[in-house]
C-alpha cells in the first residue's frame, strides 16, 4: 500500500549491467525500516510482459537522534581501541631496550638475536598499522559530525601530523628490516633509536590527542542529552493535551525513556572524571528525582483514568 518504484535506465540488449546504490533518488522517512528489491521485465507484449525479481533487502533509516548515537559510540571504540594500542606500544619501547642491552654486551649478533629481532619488527609493523588504522577511523568519524567546532578542527589536524608520522615510521621500519638482513649490527641499532625517538614522540602526540578527543566526546554527548531532554518534554507536553492518546501505556514509555536519559547522565558522568580536566558539569540528580517523582504520579493517576489528576505532573 505504500510501495514506492523508481526506474533504472537499461540498454535493450540481451545482456546489461547496472549500478544502483539505495536509497538514490527516492526520498525516505527516518526511523521506519524498508524492503526493497529489483525487478526486470520482458519485451513480450504479445504473450504478456513476464517479470523476475531479485531478493528482498532491508534497510533502515536512521533518524538523526540515531545518527549521533552511532556515531559517538564509534568514537568511544575508537578512543578506547586508541588507548590499548598505546599501553601495547609502551611493551614494543620495553622489547626495544631488551635489544639494546644486548647489543652492547655482544660484538656480534648470532641467528638467535637477528630472530629476536625480527619478531620486533613484525610486531612493531603491526603496532603502527593498528594505530594509522584506529587514526584514520577516528578521523572519519569526527568528520561526520555537523559541527565547525575549534577542537574538533585541531584534533583533525593533529590526526592528519599522526598520519605523516606513521609514514616515516614505515619508510624506518622497512630500512631495518634489510639492515637485519645484512646483520649491518652498528646502523641497525642506530636507526632502531631513531625509531624508538620517533614512536614515542607519535605515542605522546596521540596520548594527548585521546584526551582531547575524549574531552570532544564529553561535550557532544552533554549537548545530545540536553537535546533529548527538550524532546522529550515536548513528547511529554504533547501527550498531556491529548485526551485519546493520554493513558497509562504512553505514560510508561515516556517513564522508560527519561529512565535512560538519567543512565546516559550517570555515564557521563562518569567519562568526564575520567578526564584529566574535567569539565563543569551541573549535578542534576535533585531535578531528576523530583522529574521522576512526577512522571510516577503522572502515570499512578492514568492507571486510575485520572487524566486531569495526570496532566498537572505531565507539565510540570
Known amino acids: 500500500s505504500q510501495s514506492k518504484k523508481g526506474v533504472l535506465p537499461i540498454k535493450n540488449g540481451t545482456v546489461d549491467q547496472f549500478i544502483y546504490s539505495f536509497p538514490n533518488g527516492l526520498s525516505l522517512e527516518k526511523g521506519l525500516e524498508y524492503e526493497y528489491y529489483f525487478e526486470v521485465f520482458d519485451n513480450?507484449?504479445?504473450n504478456g510482459l513476464k517479470s523476475s525479481k531479485s531478493s528482498v533487502y532491508l534497510h533502515y533509516e536512521l533518524t538523526n537522534s540515531q545518527k549521533e548515537d552511532k556515531q559517538l559510540k564509534e568514537q568511544q571504540e575508537n578512543i578506547n581501541s586508541l588507548e590499548k594500542s598505546l599501553k601495547n606500544q609502551d611493551k614494543q619501547f620495553s622489547e626495544l631496550d631488551k635489544l639494546e642491552k644486548l647489543n652492547k654486551e655482544k660484538s656480534q649478533l648470532d641467528f638467535k638475536d637477528q630472530k629476536k629481532i625480527d619478531q620486533f619488527l613484525e610486531k612493531q609493523k603491526k603496532q603502527d598499522q593498528m594505530m594509522k588504522e584506529f587514526?584514520?577511523?577516528?578521523?572519519k568519524n569526527l568528520e561526520e559530525f555537523k559541527s565547525t567546532d575549534k577542537e574538533k578542527e585541531e584534533i583533525i589536524r593533529r590526526l592528519e601530523?599522526?598520519?605523516?608520522?606513521?609514514e616515516i615510521n614505515e619508510k624506518?621500519?622497512?630500512e631495518l628490516e634489510e639492515l637485519s638482513k645484512k646483520l649491518q649490527?652498528?646502523?641497525l641499532f642506530e636507526k632502531a633509536d631513531k625509531l624508538k625517538q620517533n614512536s614515542k614522540n607519535q605515542s605522546k602526540n596521540l596520548e594527548q590527542l585521546v584526551e582531547l578527543t575524549k574531552r570532544f566526546y564529553v561535550e557532544k554527548k552533554a549537548e545530545q542529552i540536553a537535546?533529548?531532554?527538550n524532546d522529550l518534554a515536548k513528547k511529554q507536553d504533547k501527550l498531556s493535551e491529548e485526551k485519546e492518546k493520554n493513558t497509562s501505556e504512553k505514560q510508561a514509555e515516556i517513564n522508560k525513556e527519561f529512565k535512560e536519559l538519567s543512565k546516559e547522565l550517570d555515564e557521563l558522568k562518569e567519562q568526564n572524571e575520567e578526564l584529566k580536566s574535567p569539565l563543569e558539569l551541573p549535578d542534576t540528580k535533585p531535578e531528576e528525582k523530583s522529574v521522576e517523582e512526577d512522571l510516577n504520579k503522572a502515570k499512578e493517576k492514568l492507571d486510575n483514568k485520572?487524566?486531569?489528576?495526570?496532566k498537572p505532573k505531565q507539565k510540570s
Request: charged content about 40%; overall charge negative; glycine content about 4%.
Open 306 to 310: 485520572n487524566q486531569e489528576g495526570a
Open 161 to 166: 601530523e599522526t598520519q605523516k608520522q606513521s
Open 227 to 229: 537535546d533529548k531532554l
Open 44 to 46: 513480450d507484449a504479445v
Open 135 to 139: 587514526s584514520k577511523n577516528l578521523s
Open 185 to 187: 649490527k652498528e646502523e
Open 172 to 174: 624506518l621500519l622497512k
